[in-house]
C-alpha cells in the first residue's frame, strides 16, 4: 500500500489526508520537542553516566500508550516506554493535569532497576493526550553494593535497588517529599541523585510545555489525524524494507560468556521473514530458564534487543515507532532469560551483558537472508575500562561512585563500510559520548597509566571491525573498589559472510611488584596505591572475505597501525613493496593476486 | 585616509563592503579567485565604480582594510594541510582517534569513522607525565624528545602540534618541548596545547593545537600574500583579519594563531544582526540567519552580546573536526536552492541533504540537472523571475522547472503549485529546525527574538520561516548580499586569553583563581599596549569562567561580577550569577549547590569598528517609488497579479503591502500575503507578518 492507493484528499479510513508538508513539519516539530528534552537533560544533569555518558532516553508516548517520537534514543531505550505509560493508566486511572510519576519496575515496562523513568502525562483541552517520558541511569539506586550492576545478586532483595512501581512524585508540579525522603536515606549520593532527578523531571516537563504549545497551535483534531497518518506511514517504510528482503527463517546462536560460578547463558534467536505478509516474526521462547544472577532480561529489554538487531539491518531512516512496530512481532516466554522474568527475578543488568548479545544475535543472524545482508557482531562487555570506580576522595573527604566511560569495545562491520571505533556497546551503538582522561582524574581521585587502541584486533574481513581498547589505571592514594561485567572473553563477537571475530576480552591486575595476576571476567577488586587494573575489551567482528577487501585499505591499515604486516600478509593476502616506516609502502598487485589466489585454494 | 574595506572571501564570491567617510556602505562582488587579490579587486572596482572613484585612490585613500576568508576552513575540509606532527603524552596516542565518542544516529552503521585530524602514522609519544594536581609523575625524557624532534624532518613534517596531558595546569614539559623545536627544528611552525587553548580536556587541546599548527604554513604564506597585494595596489593603512570570535586582529597575529582565522566568515554576520537590529529597532535578543548558496547559517545574540560556543564543528558534528577553541556560536546545515526534493518510499515527501549544487544545478539552470530543487519550485511559483536571476546575468528555464516539478506532484497527487509550495515547506522547515536548535539550548524564546535575515536566498522563505517560529518581525539588511562583509565593518579587536584554575565554591582556591585573573589581566595589558602603540584606545575588557554545579560536566560561560574572588560576599555573588544562567538556559536552578571553575577568561574589545550606521548607498535617489513590474505569483493556493519593486526604486518609509516581491541585484525578498514590508530610514526592510 502506498500513498497513491488513497483516493486523493481522503486516506482509507476515510479521513482527509494531511498536507505533505505539513506531516512533514509537525514530525519535525515533535522530534525538536524530544531534541529539547534530551538537551535539557543532558546538560542539565549530574553524574557522569548521564552528562558524559548520555545513558538516558527521551520518548513521547501517545495517550493510547502507542510509543510516538523517541529522537536520539539510545536503542536499548527504544522500546517499553509505552508499557510504561500503559502501566501509569492502570494504575492511576485518574490522571491530573501536574503529575508525574517514578518508574524503575522491571517487570513491567521498565528496563532495569537503574533507570529511573519519569512520565508526565500532557493535557490539552481538559484531554490526556500524551505522556513525556525521561528515563535516565542512575549513578546508585541504592544496592548492596557500590555498583548500579549486580550480576550475581540471586534476587532483587540482593541487589538492594529501591524499587518505584510507577509511583506518584509530583502532584500539582509539586514534588511528593516521601519519596524525595526515601530516595535520599537509601541512595549512596543523595545531592548528585537529586540533581539528576530534577534534570530528569525538567526534561519531562519540557516535553509537556512543548507539547501543550503543539497542539494550542495546531488544535487537538488536527494533532490527532497527524498521530494516525504518521503511525501509517511509519508503517509503510516499514512495509517497504521488509517486502525488499527474502521470505526466509534465520537462526542466530551463541552466547554470554560463564560469570563466576555460572557457566555461559545460550542465546538463540529465530527470525522469520514473511516479505509478501511484509512482517518480521522473532522467536526468544526456546532459551534457558530464568538464571539465579542479574543477567535476565527484562520484558522491555528482551523485545528492545531484538527489535535493535532488526532496525540495525534496515535503512536508518524509518521511523521508530509504534507505527514500524505493527511490522514485528517477538515471541516471549515467561520466566525465560531472554523473556519475561518474573517477580523476584534480578534483572539488574537487563540493559548489557546478555543485552548486547542479543542485538549481536539478531543482527549477525540475517546473514542468513542472503548476500549483503546482516550486520557483524560488536565488542561488547563492561569490562574494567566501564567499570563502576567507588571510594573515597582524600581532596573533597566525601565519597565517590560512578561508572566510568573510558575503554572501548570495537563496533562490527557492516556491508557498507568498517566497524564505527567508539562503538561501545551493542546497545548504545556509538552514540554515548567518553569519558576524557583528564575529566575523570579529576573528578576521582585514579591515575590512568596507558589507554591505547590495539593492533589486529578489529576482525579482518572485506570491511574490518573496529579495534578494542586496552586502559591501564589505578588509586593515586586511597583504595579504589572496581566492579565490573565483562563478556567475550570465551566468545568474541563473530564475523559474518566469512568476515574473521574480533578479539577477545581479558582483565589483570598488576601487582606491586609488576606481576600480573588475571582477574575473572566479572567481578570487584579493591586496589591500593601502586597496584593497577588492566582491561582489554572486544574487537568488532569483519564482514565479507578478508581476501577481497580492497588492497589499498589494507596500505592504509598497516601504515596506519591498524593491521600488522603480518595480518596483512596471512589474514588479508596483501604483498606490498617498500615499507611502512617512510610511507614508500606499495600494494604489489600482481603478487597480492597470487597471494590471494594461493590462500584461497589452501582453504579448500 | 576616511575608506574603510571589509572583504569576505567565500568559496564562490568575494564580497567588499567599502564605507566612505560619512559612514554609507557600497557593495561589490565578485568571483573568488586563487590569488585572493584577484577576486579582492574585482569586487573592489564593482564599488569603486558606483562611488565614482578608481581603484588606486580608494585603497590610498583607505585607513583600515578587515580581510576575512574562508581559506582556512575550505583546507581543513579539503584536508590541504600542512603534514604536521602530534605529540602525545606517552601511554597516550590515539586522543585524536578516540575523540569524546558520540554519535548522530543509533541505528546508521553505514557512516564511516571520521579519521583523525592527523593520521596515527604521524603520532609519537613523548615520554613524560603529569597528573591532575600539576605533579611529575615521570620526567620529561630530553634525549628521547631530542631524538623524535630529530627525526621529524625525515617524515616530511611541516609543523609540529604538541599536547601533553595536564599541560593547561602545568606547562613545564611543553614549554621544554618548545624550546627543543626551536633549537632543532628553528624553520618548524609548532603550537603548544597550553598555548593556543589551555583547557581542561585533552582532545579538545590537541584538537586545537593540531588544528592551529596545521594550518600555519598555509596562512602564513596566504596572509603575506594578500598583504603585499595590498601594499603593491597602494594601500598604506591598517590591515586586519577577522577571526572566530566575531572580531578583528592584525594580521600579524593571526599567522600566529591561525585557528582563529576558522569560520571567521560566518562570525561576521552577527557582527552585522546586531548592529542593525540595535539601530533599527532596538533589539537585544536577535535571531541571525544567512542564506548562502548551500548553507544556512545561524547565530545568536542574546541580551545584545553574541552567543559564543566551545563546540564548533569542521563538517558533520562527530563526523568533523571540533576545534575546541571557543568561538561565534553559528551553527551550520546545508540547505540551499539546489537541495533536490523526492519521495521516500513511504510516499512522504523529503527535500536534501542530496543537492544538486552549482553543477548541474537545479533544472530550471539548463545544465543537465534533472531532478525538482528549492530553485525550482521558486520559479515555479514566480517567486524567482527568470529574467531577473542574478541581476539578469543567467536566464531561468520556466518550463524545465514546471516539468520536474511537475513528476514530483504526480507522484504526491498534488496540483503543481501545491508540489511547489510543500517543496518549499519542507525547505524551510530544516531552516526552522535549525534556529530552534540554537535557541533551544540556549534557552531563548524565538517569540521574543527579532530575526535579521542575510544571504543572497535569504528572502525566499524567511517570511514563513518567521511565522513558524512565532515572530512577527524579520528585518532585512539591504546588504543582506553580504552580511558578512558587513558585519566586519562595524567590529572591534577582539582578544580572547584563557586560564585553567580548578575552583569548588565549597572550598573555594581564592589564591589561584585571583593568581590566575591576575594572569589573564597581565596578558590583556600586554595586549592592550601593543594595540597603543599603533593608536587605537578605549579598550575594555570583561572576565567569565566556565563552571558547572559539582558533578555537571558541560560548563557555562558566566561573566564574573569582579575582577578579583576575594571575600565571601563575592564567592556569593559568583555563584549568584551562575545560578541565573542556569537558571536561563535550563530553566531550573539549585542556589547554594556546590559550584565549579574550570577556566577564566578575558575577553578585550578594542573598538575600531564603524558606530556610524548609514544607509546603504545606491540608486534610490529621487525618493519617488518607481512603477513596479508586475507578474503572477502563486501564493496559498491561488495565483495573484503581483507587483516586483526594484530594491533601488523605494524609498525610505515606503510600505509594500503583500503580496509583492523586491528584487535586489543580489538578493530577492518575498513577501507573502498578510505580510507587509516596510522601508527603514537606514534604506533596510523590515518585513511583518500577521500570524
Known sequence: ?604 | MSHRITVDTGGTFTDVVVADAEGRLFVGKSPTSERAFEGVRGALEVAAEEMGVDLASLLADTSVFIYSTTRATNAILEGRIARTAMLLTEGFPDVLVLREGGKLHGFDLRTPFPEPYIPRRLTWEVPERIDSEGEVVAALDEAATRRLLESLPGHGIEAVAVCLLWANVNPAHETRIGELIEEILPDVPYTLSHQINPIVREYRRASSAAIDASLKPLMGRHLREIAEDLRAAGFTGELMAATSFGGAMHVEDLSERPIYSVRSGPAMAPVAGRTYATHELGAEDVIVCDTGGTSFDVSLIRDGAISFTRDTWLGPQFTGHLTGSSSVDVRSIGAGGGSIAWVDPGGLLRVGPQSAGAEPGPACYRRGGERPTVTDAAVVLGYIGPDTFLGGRMKLDVEAAREVLGRLAAQLELRLEQAAEAVLAVANEHMVRAIQEITINEGVDPRESLVVAGGGAAGLGIAPIVRELGCEQVLVPRTAGALSATGAQFSDIVAEFTASSFADTGQFDHAGVNAALAGLEAQVEDFAQGLRAKGIGGMHSELFTDARYAYQVWELEVPLPGTRIESAEDLAALSQAFDAVHERVFSVSEPGARIECLTWKARLHAPIGSTVVEALESGNGNGRAAEPARRDVFFEGAWHDTPVHRGGQLPKGAVVQGPAIIEEPTSTLVVPLASRVTVSDLDNYLLEVTR
Open chain 1, 1 to 604: 500500500m502506498s500513498l497513491a492507493d488513497h483516493a486523493d484528499v481522503q486516506d482509507a479510513a476515510g479521513e482527509e489526508r494531511l498536507d505533505p508538508a505539513l506531516l512533514a513539519v509537525i514530525a519535525n516539530r515533535l522530534d525538536a520537542i524530544v531534541r529539547e528534552m534530551t538537551s535539557t537533560l543532558l546538560r542539565a544533569g549530574r553524574s557522569a553516566v548521564i552528562n558524559v555518558a548520555r545513558d538516558f532516553s527521551c520518548s513521547i508516548v501517545t495517550a493510547e500508550d502507542e510509543l510516538l517520537s523517541t529522537a536520539e534514543g539510545l536503542p536499548v531505550h527504544v522500546f517499553g516506554s509505552h508499557l510504561q505509560t500503559a502501566e501509569m493508566r492502570r494504575l492511576h486511572p485518574e490522571l491530573r493535569e501536574g503529575d508525574a510519576f517514578l518508574d524503575n519496575d522491571p517487570y513491567v515496562g521498565n528496563t532495569h532497576h537503574a533507570d529511573h523513568t519519569i512520565l508526565v502525562p500532557v493535557f490539552a483541552e481538559g484531554l490526556h493526550l500524551f505522556t513525556a517520558v525521561a528515563k535516565a541511569h542512575q549513578a546508585d539506586t541504592g544496592n548492596s553494593l557500590p555498583t548500579t550492576y549486580m550480576p550475581f545478586a540471586a534476587d532483587i532483595y540482593e541487589e538492594g535497588a529501591i524499587s518505584f512501581p510507577c509511583v506518584h512524585v509530583q502532584r500539582d508540579y509539586q514534588n511528593v517529599e516521601d519519596v524525595m525522603r526515601m530516595c535520599r536515606r537509601r541512595i549512596r549520593v543523595p545531592d548528585q541523585w537529586y540533581g539528576d532527578y530534577l534534570a530528569t523531571l525538567g526534561s519531562a516537563r519540557t516535553g509537556e510545555r512543548r507539547l501543550k504549545e503543539l497542539v494550542d497551535k495546531y488544535g487537538v483534531e488536527l494533532i490527532q489525524r497527524f498521530v494516525r497518518q504518521w503511525f501509517d506511514y511509519s508503517e509503510r517504510r516499514m512495509s517497504h524494507a521488509i517486502s525488499e528482503l527474502p521470505s526466509v527463517t534465520v537462526v542466530g546462536e551463541g552466547q554470554h560468556d560463564s560469570f563466576g560460578p555460572f557457566p555461559a547463558i545460550p542465546i538463540r534467536v529465530e527470525a522469520t521473514i514473511d516479505a509478501e505478509a511484509a512482517t518480521v516474526e522473532i522467536d526468544l521462547r526456546d532459551n534457558v530458564d530464568c538464571v539465579p544472577a542479574g543477567l535476565n532480561q527484562s520484558r522491555a529489554t528482551a523485545v528492545n534487543n531484538v527489535v535493535t538487531g532488526l532496525f540495525n539491518v534496515l535503512d536508518p531512516d524509518i521511523p521508530h515507532n509504534a507505527g514500524s512496530f505493527r511490522r514485528i512481532t517477538v515471541h516471549l516466554r515467561e520466566n525465560c532469560v531472554v523473556g519475561v522474568p518474573l517477580h523476584p527475578t534480578c534483572c539488574s543488568m537487563a540493559t548489557t551483558n546478555v543485552a548486547d548479545r542479543l542485538v549481536n544475535i539478531t543482527q549477525s543472524a540475517f546473514e542468513g537472508a542472503g548476500e549483503n545482508l546482516g550486520v557483524a557482531q560488536g565488542g561488547s562487555g563492561m569490562s574494567i575500562g566501564n567499570a563502576v570506580i567507588s571510594g573515597q576522595d582524600w581532596r573533597t573527604g566525601g565519597p565517590y561512585v560512578n561508572q566510568l566511560f573510558i575503554g572501548n569495545n570495537g563496533g562490527p562491520a557492516t556491508a557498507y563500510c568498517d566497524g564505527w571505533v567508539t562503538w561501545t556497546l551493542p546497545v548504545c551503538a556509538g552514540l554515548l559520548y567518553r569519558d576524557s582522561v583528564e575529566i575523570d582524574e579529576q573528578k576521582y581521585p585514579i591515575h590512568m597509566r596507558s589507554l591505547r587502541l590495539l593492533q589486529d584486533s578489529g576482525g579482518a574481513g572485506r570491511f574490518r571491525g573496529a579495534p578494542s581498547a586496552e586502559i591501564v589505571y589505578g588509586p593515586k592514594r586511597d583504595p579504589t573498589s572496581v566492579i565490573y561485567s565483562g563478556d567475550g572473553h570465551e566468545t568474541p563477537p563473530t564475523g559474518i559472510h566469512g568476515g574473521l571475530p574480533g578479539a577477545g576480552a581479558h582483565a589483570e591486575k598488576i601487582e606491586h611488584d609488576g606481576s600480573r595476576t588475571p582477574l575473572p571476567p566479572l567481578g570487584q577488586v579493591t586496589l591500593e596505591a601502586g597496584e593497577w587494573v588492566v582491561g582489554v575489551d572486544n574487537g568488532g567482528g569483519g564482514f565479507g572475505d578478508p581476501l577481497e577487501r580492497e588492497p589499498e585499505r589494507v596500505r592504509h591499515d598497516v601504515l596506519e597501525g591498524w593491521v600488522s604486516p603480518a595480518a596483512a600478509r596471512d589474514l588479508y593476502g596483501v604483498a606490498f613493496t617498500g615499507a611502512a616506516q617512510d610511507e614508500t609502502l606499495a600494494v604489489d598487485a600482481a603478487a597480492t593476486a597470487e597471494r590471494r589466489s594461493s590462500l584461497g585454494a589452501a582453504r579448500g
